[in-house]
């Protein structure tokens, strides 16, 4: 085998093996593999062998044209997983800063048609071009700062055609750029204007007319609703999932963020793979999820933003088996940071998970929670070589050092995309 990139003496190679056929829960959270004096091996696009340097070192053939790293002082990861962003969208919302610091509520914002639905304006009156450019400019930070794979959402779309622009955009964008994105389609994210008046009829134009184009042109994995007070309810929120369902989407939920309406015992219900915010999940809800395996993909860095005091309660989900996975909900209003890094350090400080257990959550499980773990979120054997480094004498340092973009080198499908 022809060994085309080699990554040696690492101070630690950190990843979760074993876990690409169930997400880990539990204690199994915490369980991380740490090899110190490590390296990778790379055949291609793919991981040829893992081991301690001197293990590796003689078990393969390197030659002339064998890139060698010497990785000495950095830490390896897996590249990193973000499992729940909108990273394409019209606009910006630096102008309601001020009134957040008036104290106006979030969901106050939109109710005035500011908020998502000053989103949904600016994305319409987008071009594609120009959400495509701004979606590759939001992968090349992403991609700086260690990400490799994320989901990408829709929802500032909000008519059939502007949503449908939207996931062609996502397309685009994974097709022009390293960061592989997996697309889902959120047509259920607000009421928009036109609809004010008859949510329910908005819903018939998601069930009847989106959702089996956004089907038949294969441009989404997954279905996401926004299953919030004022938004969509349980009920909404069932209608629109089991019609994604039975075109064969998997599917997701914004559920529990500020009113608890039980949109987590609805993500159990319907067997989705992954329930998300869940800052006011109930003891139900946790327990449904845990019984039937949906991942919880916790949100810290929106919450901090959101200037919200109370966080999900990832300890009672990780004690109760929930397996917890976290993401940037990367998006123009609630959540302007697409770094993973940040929420390294939010989820240890205020979620109060442990460095371990916070690495499986960026990188297996949030694979799991996007239907990538056969291929990415951990460095085995066969799996696509994608690899963060970091600066950083071993794998603590990532949630005490905090501000700072620790990546030194990313490599993707065997390639090196980001040197510092
Ligand atoms: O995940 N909660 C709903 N949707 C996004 C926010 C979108 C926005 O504010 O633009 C979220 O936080
Ligand atoms: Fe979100």
Redesign the pocket.
Known sequence: MEITLLIKNANQVVTSRGASEKPLSGTGQKALTVIEDGAVAVCGETIALVGSTAEVLDKIQVDDSTKVLDASGKVVLPGLVDP?T?VV?GGS?EHELALKLQGVP?LEI?ARGG??LS?VEATRAASKEELIAGGIKSCQQMLAQGTTTAEAKS??GLTTKAEIKTLEAIKAVDRAQPVDLIPTFLGA?AVPKEYKENPDGYLDVVIKDMLPQVVEKNLARYCDV?C?EGIFSVEQSRRVLMAARNLGLGLKM?AD?ISPLGGSELAAELGAVSA??LLVISDQGIENMAAAGVIGVI?PG?TFYLCEDHYAPARKMIEAGVPVALAT?F?????PNNNLQLIVNIACLYLRMTPPEVINAITINAAHAIGRSEQVGSLEEGKMADLALFAAPNYDYLAYRYGTNLISTVIKKGKIVVEV
Do not use: C, K
Not at 331 to 335: A, E, K, L, V
């Open positions: 729940h909108h969208f919302r979030y939109l908020g998502i989103s929802g500032y994210h926004f919030e914004h963020e998300d915010h949100l929106t909900d998006n123009p209003g609630s959540s």
